[in-house]
């Protein structure tokens, strides 16, 4: 059974920085792309940010600059460093992954917490 799981969100004043993990875990024999989106209260789910296999990275306008999604395949792991945090970067943060298994498919993450205070 494939799993994601997100951990490193939490509150921080404008300005400031977190940083966000994604691993996942069970029989796993290859992860193409993986990807960070976002979920505002009442708005869509957006992508934030992918990375391929091979390192290529997508952003989105919104925040190009100021965040950097990086992986390592061996801990078969996704990051996303979140710099010059502003309030409109406030939502509930999901990792995907295209995962090759058992069982392939998009697999999500339960979601992680940030909110951006002014």
């Known amino acids: 059974q494939v799993q994601l799981v997100e951990s490193g969100g939490g509150l921080v004043q404008a300005g400031g920085s977190l940083r966000l993990s994604c691993a996942a875990s069970g029989t796993i024999l290859r992860i193409e792309t993986m990807a960070w989106h976002r979920q505002a209260p009442g708005k869509q789910r957006d992508l934030v940010a992918s990375?391929?296999?091979?390192?290529?990275?997508t952003y989105a306008d919104s925040v190009k600059g100021r965040f950097i999604i990086s992986r390592d395949k061996f801990k078969n792991a996704v990051y996303l460093q979140m710099n010059s945090l502003k309030p409109e970067d406030t939502a509930v943060y999901y990792c995907?992954?295209?995962?090759?298994?058992?069982?392939?498919?998009?697999?999500w993450g339960q979601g992680t917490q940030v909110t951006v205070s002014s």
């Open positions: 990375i391929t296999s091979g390192s290529a990275t």
């Open positions: 995907n992954a295209d995962i090759r298994s058992s069982v392939s498919g998009i697999f």
